[in-house]
């Protein structure tokens, strides 16, 4: 990948306009989606009294906590400059996997006849991301080979296991351990919001302030330069593919238990919503921008407009045009707001 | 056996010869015991079936088995086309062809087949809707998750639902919700429903694989599963009768169920394969076998099978092919 | 290696390199050489363009393996390519190639992997920036970007970066390719007080008098080979020529005192009449045919600004151009090549080259339109561009075919040259042409200069180097955006030093 | 003044047959599939007597010519540096709409009431498909978005159209141009055949021996510089984008015709192949790289995948699976024949 730069060679001899905060910048594309997300507001709290009651808003956070988190996992593989398809399939096999490793053969558990204690259930879902994560990493780094085709190959192969293990069937039979996290509530918010957002503030404090987390940015930037600065580039990009697997993993924990049962096309299609969140929120496909705040106000900027439909009771038929035609605004106006040209 | 002939032109085929069998797909919980099913009648029944093949969902793959199999030497096909427009040419080459062709769950837009067997999707939402609107006593707000807008058969339950409600129960308010068959969509679109209506007193689901386990987790988590006792009772009615929803209707977590027959759709289809193999036909009227023949035009014939619909009363039946499976 | 030079007992090596060779495909980089930079010295590294200097850069910076051979920093082996933290203890450098994070502000580019432990203090890492920053005299927000940066702020930014890291031995390859003189000074300044430090250098420059500057030792490559090491006062420039093109027979970069005078009476090529553009004001200036101006100034005086707008990189906001008396449409490219246009740009990694595309499209792709009929470019033809390019100007290259981005950097400079110059234009636009290019392609590249002129060209030449200017039948300065004064052939060195720095007598 | 004609010969040991085509390059990689596909096919004849038939390789053809106009399209796209999802859509909605403007508005048929004349169905659709295009390029270009989150909100938006205008219901009541188009037969290849293989021919020469085509790997590999060289890069884009379009409107003809009709969700979720043929073939998503060549070669092993999968009759619970490890393999067989690193 030959980075050339592209700058913009300053028009003006820069002139020493005032010293700032070194991440104004990066905050300032931020909330590139706050007046979009703002209209959005506005817009919902005339056509519908529910939709700013806090029973609503909650439940708009609960629908959106497995997104955020491969949200999450597919920002931080973008900013390092890679892609992973393959999340989208990790988010339903994992849980498959683990929770037929640890019920019964029956034909109405579909397990694989191991039957391993019922605690292994959670572990062993997050280290069936983990290896898949790592997996792709093999190849990606390994064999040098392109990783969108990479991880779409494996998005193929995973969605694949997952019908094969599952027998096509849904999994009815959940751990306690899913049931539970998809279910508790604690204070008020239930417990995948809180894990979504726990993740999502340690990752922007890695990704902000810390030197393994800025790393991402420098890889995606300018892989060469990365390493000529002394960074592992192989290492990190591993790391981070593993991770992500690992957060399609607990993504797949959380909206497992939110649905009570695995089917055996959960996840289908979500890449391009966690694309399409990720995208809207700043990062960029071509590695090295973008905040992960950013492509959080993606996710809720997606979630709303899908709420706020559904409290409008659009017709179906138009659904899907109404949605995009409003994406496409957003879109729009979020660039006429920031005045930044997106990539 | 209904009316058995012999075929115009006298030219009766060879019973043995090879039967081609496309499965839909291989990732719901209804077609996968369809998929059980037919293997298990094929032997009982005596059908030379080859290796069946699984469009994966998708039209094109489906007319591309096709094209595989008639290349390998099927002589009748069985096929369940879920987008029942996209395969008029093929239906139009296949009968080119003299292959008998018999279609399952769906009836295609043109073009001629042998036989279709199916049970009436329109009326497993007039059911689904004479059960609610004499639940709810004819007024009160319902939920409805439709299919994808663009399957045949979420259309049917949806377009009959809807106007029977209108015709029979006016004061009924229907919401409806597009899902793709996803349980996640109808999972939050229930939330936002229930937040917005919280007096919401029926739901109608049209696929009881992919909503019911997400609904239930809604209704639990906010306190709306109630016994049907309870004076604020959500009373739902499923669609499909895999053994999940017996195990809740016997739990009394939902109301009903329309059991689409699974097991008498595998059965039946070999049977008017190898019935077309051997150059019988068929008129309309009634069966031996509790359906109905009918002209559905186009001088395509089609067995409506019985779907009946499962409440507490008789969800022990063990003829209900959602009791069967799991033994 | 019979002429490398042996060290005197007792003085510790900062780093060696022995019987390195390094191939990419069938071009061999580095033939069996070998580099030995003693502790605290400064030592230059020349040869021509595709003499393999970058090559051993990367092997003596970890980037890359060599073939075989070894690599050693004062007298340990080398740690594993794996390890970058340990190459980046050992060595720091400048390359070539930029490898600053556009999306990224300055002061984390200067910082990059060394925020800090733990919590990075942003605020910290800010001040420390600045700090860094005004030694070396840039003056820029470095909470920007640095995509915002100008070429030469952002050469200035990984030259403070390389600096700062604290190894005790640091490479610089032609760092002041795109600096101009106040800036190289400055950084030469940095260099002898580091190496007071006991700082080892290793430079690379195709600047020969900057060798004899600041570097003690110097060893010339020639053709991926080891041609000589020897102290720099030993060695006179002559010599030094010598070693590097394999040949005798010195230097003559071409003057304009050669070329017959250019009448008044001669024809405008081009004209600009009150131009107001991006950091330039009002200028007005005639090109005569075969006239060859210079345009001279700091990096902030308009000039590039004022040479991109001729060509339509750039959109004047008031003001016309005319080319033979037709007036050109502002901001288009396409406009000025019909009405024979030619230019070099500033960066070539930027505006001059798709470095996936062959040495062939790249030379032809002003011209592609003349390769055939109705759009159609015949292979043969285009090849035949290719070849001509290379023979021309005297690309190092493994054929027409080979992708520009395996090409070393002066040469690839060479082949935005040939760009320039497929469509025979009329007016050619030469920013920093020679940025880059080793000493004896300088002078062929003049050469090509000198010609098109006597041809009758007229040429507008930016650039900070003085045997550019050389060539110019005058030298315009510029300042503050204005045109400041004007020297005709006989500028000496001094005048013009204080015009562009704004000492007006 | 004479020039130094003494080039530096001794870097290249072989300078003599250094002087080569500029194409072959290209043409190399541009192989990196063939082995892959010789394998596949030694398999096949091995595996089923079918396979090797006239019969059934012709009609392996015929399934993959829709796809490979899109691919085409797609490649065209990417190889000048830009991206467009919402082919996958303009595959259904352009004859829909098409169609709809033609036929009467019976129940049956689904028109729009305007009832245009038939003739009209052809010119109207590949029109519409120029539309779509046309209206990517204008938020691409003058609004400087994205253009994956660009084409992906248009991708839902003209999908939503589809599913809008069409009611949800397919259409059947194709116009006679459309039935012939998907029916006939040319020699004993079908016309769709034939279409397609002469679209990739026009497009591999414009690709190789014409400035408009080569402006495309100039502008996808550095648009600056290609700018600078004069090129019009913006109406090149624009171009590319329109006619990307237009082909997808005619696949979509050569699809509808030999499905007789146009279900509610035709082409979904085909863009994922699109990308996986137009990437195995050795595009790269990055821009200016890749051929149209070897897109061809990729789409001709997907298809080959598929037919041999169906052929084997696999067991269609691990269908998926398999078909993604084979896509895998061959993907790392691509990659140890031609030795370079894919991107
Ligand atoms: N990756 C590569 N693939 C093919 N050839 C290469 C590659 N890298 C370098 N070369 C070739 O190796 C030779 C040495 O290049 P190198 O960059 O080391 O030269 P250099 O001395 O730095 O030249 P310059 O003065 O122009 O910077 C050149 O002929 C170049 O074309
Ligand atoms: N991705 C790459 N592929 C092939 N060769 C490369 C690549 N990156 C760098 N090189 C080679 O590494 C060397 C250093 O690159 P660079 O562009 O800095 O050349 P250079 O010789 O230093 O040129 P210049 O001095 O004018 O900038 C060159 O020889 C170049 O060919
Ligand atoms: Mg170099
Ligand atoms: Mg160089």
Redesign the pocket.
């Known amino acids: 990948m ?1 980075k050339t730069l592209s700058p913009e060679t300053a028009t003006t001899p820069a002139p020493a306009s005032g010293r700032r905060q070194p991440i104004r910048f990066a905050r300032f594309r931020d909330l590139a989606l706050v007046p979009a997300i703002i209209v959005l507001i506005i817009i919902g709290a005339i056509v519908s009294p529910t939709f700013l009651t806090i029973g609503n808003l909650t439940d708009v956070l609960q629908q959106q906590s497995a997104l955020a988190l491969l949200v999450l996992a597919e920002a931080m593989i973008l900013i390092a400059g890679k892609f992973d398809l393959s999340l989208e399939s990790t988010i339903g096999f994992a849980p498959v996997l683990a929770i037929a490793l640890v019920v019964p053969a029956t034909d109405q558990a579909h397990g694989l006849g191991t039957e391993w204690p019922q605690w292994m259930a959670i572990p062993l879902c997050l280290l069936i991301g983990a290896a898949i994560g790592g997996l792709n990493g093999l190849l990606i780094l390994k064999f040098q080979l392109s990783a969108f085709i990479v991880t779409l190959g494996m998005l193929i192969t995973v969605r694949g296991l997952h019908v094969g293990v599952s027998g096509g069937s849904s999994l009815f039979q959940l751990p306690p351990s899913f049931m539970y996290l998809g279910f508790e509530k604690w204070g008020g918010l239930a417990a995948s919001v809180w894990i979504a957002l726990i993740a999502f503030v340690i990752g922007i404090i890695v990704l902000s302030y810390f030197r393994q987390g800025r790393s991402l940015y420098a890889i995606g930037g300018n892989v ?1 330069a990365a390493k000529a600065a002394g960074i592992r580039t192989n290492a990190v990009v591993w790391t981070v593919l593993v991770l992500g697997g690992v957060l399609a993993a607990l993504a797949g924990i959380l909206e497992t238990g939110r649905l009570g049962a695995i089917g055996a096309n959960m996840g289908e299609g979500m890449i391009f919503t966690v694309f399409a969140a990720a995208v809207i929120g700043g990062i960029s496909l071509n590695g090295g921008k973008g905040t992960l705040f950013g492509a959080l106000c993606g996710v809720l900027m997606l979630g709303l407009i899908q709420n706020l439909l559904t409290l409008m009771s659009v017709d179906g038929h138009w659904f899907g045009a109404i949605n995009g035609v409003i994406i496409l605004i957003a879109l729009v106006l979020s660039r006429l707001t920031t005045g930044k040209a997106q990539e | 056996e209904s009316s058995p002939g012999s075929a115009p032109g006298g030219a009766a085929g060879d019973p043995n010869a090879k039967v081609g069998v496309d499965f839909p797909r291989a990732d719901s919980d209804f077609w996968n015991s369809y998929i059980q099913y037919v293997p298990r009648f094929a032997k009982e029944l005596n059908v030379n079936m080859m290796d069946p093949t699984n469009s994966q969902n998708k039209v094109e793959t489906l007319v591309a088995n096709v094209q595989t199999l008639t290349g390998q030497g099927a002589k009748a096909i069985v096929m369940a086309p879920q987008d029942t427009g996209a395969i008029a040419t093929t239906l139009q080459r296949l009968e080119q062809q003299k292959i008998p062709v018999v279609t399952v769950d769906t009836r295609p837009d043109n073009g001629k087949v042998y036989m279709v067997v199916r049970a009436d999707n329109k009326a497993y939402g007039e059911k689904a809707c004479k059960f609610l609107g004499d639940k709810l006593g004819g007024k009160g707000k319902v939920v409805e998750f439709q299919g994808a807008l663009s399957s045949i058969n979420g259309r049917d339950r949806s377009e009959a639902f809807a106007s029977c409600m209108k015709q029979n129960y006016p004061g009924v308010t229907v919401f409806e919700e597009p899902t793709d068959w996803e349980g996640g969509k109808a999972s939050a679109a229930l939330q936002t429903r229930l937040n917005q209506h919280p007096d919401i007193k029926g739901i109608y689901m049209q696929a009881g694989g992919a909503f019911l386990a997400p609904t239930l987790q809604v209704l639990r988590s906010t306190n709306h599963l109630l016994p049907p006792d309870d004076p604020n009772h959500i009373f739902i009615v499923s669609n499909d009768g895999i053994p999940q929803e017996l195990a809740s209707i016997r739990k009394g977590e939902i109301d009903a169920t329309v059991s689409q027959p699974a097991d008498m759709y595998a059965k039946w289809a070999l049977y008017y394969a190898k019935a077309a193999l051997e150059g019988k036909t068929f008129q309309p009227g009634p069966t031996d076998h509790g359906s109905t023949i009918v002209d559905v035009g186009n001088g395509n014939l089609e067995d409506q099978l019985p779907a009946p619909l499962v409440t507490k009363d008789n969800v022990d039946d063990k003829a209900l092919w959602g009791n069967q499976i799991g033994q | 290696m019979s002429a490398q030079a042996q060290p005197a007992a007792g003085v510790r090596l900062a780093a060696v390199a022995r019987d390195v060779t390094k191939r ?1 495909g069938r071009t061999v ?1 580095l033939d069996d050489v070998g580099i030995e930079i003693r502790d605290g010295e400064s030592h230059a590294l020349v040869g021509r ?2 003499a393999g ?3 051993l850069v ?1 092997i003596l910076t970890g980037l890359q393996a060599a073939d075989s051979g070894e690599v050693s920093f004062f007298g340990e082996p080398a740690p594993a390519l794996s390890d970058r933290e340990a190459w980046r203890r050992n060595v720091a450098c400048v ?3 930029s490898t600053i994070m556009p999306a990224l502000s300055v002061a984390e580019n200067l910082f990059i992997n060394r925020q800090g432990k733990g919590l990075i203090s942003w605020p910290k890492l800010r001040r420390q920036a600045n700090e860094l920053l005004e030694s070396f005299g840039v003056d820029v927000d470095v909470t920007k970007p640095a995509s915002d940066l100008t070429v030469e702020q952002r050469q200035l930014v990984e030259i403070a970066r390389a600096l700062s890291v604290g190894a005790k031995f640091i490479i610089l ?2 760092p002041t ?1 795109q600096l101009d003189g106040p800036a190289i000074e400055r950084l030469f300044d940095r260099l002898r007080a580091l190496q007071d430090n006991g700082i080892a250098f290793m430079f690379i420059s195709h600047h020969l008098e900057e060798i004899y500057e600041v570097c003690q030792t110097v060893t010339v490559f020639r053709d991926a080979r080891h041609i000589l090491t020897a102290p720099v006062a030993e060695l006179g420039r002559a010599e030094l020529v010598d070693a590097m093109t394999g040949e005798p027979g010195g230097l003559s970069v071409p003057g304009a005192a050669d070329r017959p005078d250019v009448g008044e009476d001669s024809e405008v090529a081009l004209s600009v009449e009150n131009l107001t553009g991006d950091s330039f004001r009002d200028v007005t200036l005639r090109v005569r045919k075969g006239e060859v101006i210079g345009l001279a100034g700091s990096a902030s005086s308009g000039k590039h600004q004022l040479a991109e707008t001729v060509y339509g990189l750039r959109k004047a906001s008031a003001g016309t151009i005319r080319v033979s008396g037709e007036k050109l449409k502002p901001g288009s490219v396409l406009d000025a090549l019909r009405h024979g246009i030619g230019c070099v740009p500033r960066d070539r990694h930027h505006q001059g080259l798709v470095l996936g595309l062959s040495v062939a499209e790249n030379a032809a792709m002003t011209v592609m339109n003349r390769l055939g009929p109705a759009g159609l470019v015949a292979p043969g033809r285009l090849a035949q561009v290719g070849r001509t390019a290379i023979e021309s100007y005297d690309i190092v290259t493994s054929g027409a075919g080979q992708p520009v ?6 040469n ?2 060479k082949v935005v040259m040939a760009r320039a110059l497929a469509g025979d234009p009329d007016v050619l636009v030469l920013i920093n042409p020679t ?3 080793d000493v004896k392609s300088k002078e062929s590249l003049l050469g090509v200069v000198d010609r098109v002129a006597r041809a009758g060209t007229a040429v507008i030449v930016v650039s900070d180097e003085l045997d550019d200017l050389r060539v110019c039948d005058r030298v315009l300065v510029m300042f503050h955006g204005q045109v400041a004064a004007q020297f005709g052939r006989d500028w000496s060195e001094q005048e013009l030093v204080a015009s562009i720095e704004g000492v007006t007598e």
Chains 1, 4 share one sequence.
């Open positions: 030959t060469d | 990419f980089a363009n595709g200097k970058s090559t990367s390359y070539q190639r390859d032609e390719a981005s395996d090409l070393s950097g002066g690839q400079q940025a880059g290019v």
